[in-house]
């Protein structure tokens, strides 16, 4: 009788907090692997803090690095971020249900319940199907990325140099992680190729999409009267985005990042630069020569990030779609929020809104410790904490640099970019009982 009694008085851990947990028992093994003297090119142990601030940026899909990925890190090490990478780009719930899966165990609703979460699903019944289209779509995008990158990395680099590239480069452009082995230039050398940065930025926009999307897309047979609402904001948004960034990029940058660029090196470099800050983290100009305008925008871009159940991270498109709607609305003075003829309900707007509180919150504070901290400039630190919330990766050269708070600083904010802000909430939220008790209202002025 007492064994019952204390069994229902612990506490159950929700699903959001099983998500963080599993993340960092991921991120906490790659740290140990990587102090491993296996791991480095001199043979020496990598000190913790350096070994778990990249362990929690390939895991988290962010692409920022104390160490020169390519200098330091040996085969094996590399090997390891690669995994780390696809386990964070995946999720780990959803590697452990294709085991289950390939095992020929059934799925508990609990497990269901787990992966529709982490996956960005919505109903309990897709689960199977989802999981298989999940490994399916990564898997072939990944290989497809990996061919066609091989066709210019082989001729360059030999047959297994031009292999091993191709295929880390395909899977971290595809998971949106940013970890690039070229060296301390990432793509900056391939500016002018417009066939490595189609095929890259290719890689970008269908791995931020989400798979809920891709689902959507193959279901609707992209007809737009077949798509679900989600569906439509995710392209949309990222249409918008994608090319308005681009557009402003393109003459923004004219006399600063991209001078002395041909107009088909800037019209590359634009495309290039605006699906990276959708949380890829790869770049081809130098981002410390960025005007203040064009680095005050690329921080906006990297905040928002990807899309739900996507590997980037981020914002994410439909909660600024959300947000921004239900402003639109409330200055019309209009009850129902109506996109694409769809309601959305007051729940998911509510939640949108504390979403973008968060994120506006920790920007803020993160930015202020950052520069107590460090000696960098209000738009440095800026761009710096925005590119680790949205896990993006992208950095004006002064990662490195960091002392070993600024370091646990960013790790925290790339971990809660890839739980998500709602989620980071939820995580240390206590559930109580509801009380059944309405509370007298009172209005007060806004605005």
């Not at 699903?121 to 290989?143: A, C, Q, W, Y």
């Not at 970008?204 to 077949?226: A, Q, T």
């Amino acid at each position: 009788m007492k064994n019952n009694m204390k069994k229902k008085s612990r506490k159950r851990l929700t699903y959001t907090q099983l998500i963080a947990i599993s993340f960092a028992a991921v991120i906490i093994t790659g740290s140990v692997l990587l102090c491993l003297p296996l791991s480095a090119q001199n043979g020496r142990p990598t000190p913790f803090i350096d070994a778990l601030f990249t362990a929690a940026s390939a895991t988290c899909v962010t692409g920022l690095t104390v160490v020169t990925t390519a200098a330091h890190w040996s085969f094996f090490g590399k090997i390891v971020i690669l995994i780390l990478i696809q386990i964070g780009g995946l999720g780990l719930m959803t590697l452990i249900a294709v085991l289950s899966v390939f095992a020929n165990k059934q799925l508990g609703l609990q497990s269901r319940r787990l992966l529709t979460q982490s996956a960005g699903s919505m109903r309990l019944s897709d689960t199977d199907t989802l999981i298989k289209k999940i490994v399916v779509g990564t898997v072939s995008m990944e290989v497809f990325g990996a061919i066609c990158l091989s066709i210019r990395f082989i001729p360059r680099y030999g047959p297994w140099r031009g292999i091993w590239l191709s295929v880390f480069h395909a899977v971290s452009s595809f998971c949106n992680a940013g970890f690039d082995v070229l060296g301390e230039s990432s793509f900056s050398e391939f500016r002018s190729d417009i066939y490595v940065n189609t095929v890259l930025i290719l890689l970008i926009i269908v791995g931020g999409l989400g798979f809920y999307v891709w689902n959507d897309l193959i279901l609707s047979r992209l007809k737009p009267s077949k798509m679900r609402l989600q569906t439509k904001l995710v392209l949309t948004v990222s249409g918008i985005l994608f090319f308005g960034g681009a557009v402003w990029f393109f003459f923004e940058e004219k006399n600063h990042s991209m001078q002395g660029f041909s107009v088909g090196e800037r019209l590359t470099a634009s495309f290039f630069q605006s699906a990276t800050l959708r949380t890829a983290g790869f770049y081809t100009i130098d981002q410390q020569k960025l005007s203040q305008g064009s680095s005050m925008l690329s921080s906006a871009l990297m905040l928002i990030g990807g899309s739900p159940g996507s590997t980037a991270g981020g914002l994410k498109t439909t909660t600024v779609a959300v947000t921004l709607a239900s402003a639109f609305y409330a200055g019309r003075t209009v009850s129902d929020v109506t996109v694409f003829k769809r309601r959305i309900d007051e729940r998911t707007i509510k939640q949108a809104a504390a979403i973008v509180h968060v994120y506006i919150a920790v920007l803020i504070a993160g930015t202020v410790t950052l520069c107590v901290l460090e000696p960098v400039s209000l738009s440095d630190g800026i761009f710096e904490i925005a590119s680790a919330m949205g896990t993006v990766g992208l950095t004006t050269g002064i990662t490195p640099q960091f002392c070993n708070a600024s370091k646990l600083l960013i790790i925290l904010l790339m971990f809660g970019g890839r739980i998500g802000g709602l989620s980071m909430v939820t995580v240390f939220a206590e559930k109580k009982r509801k009380v059944m008790l309405e509370r007298p209202s009172e209005k007060i002025l806004i605005g």
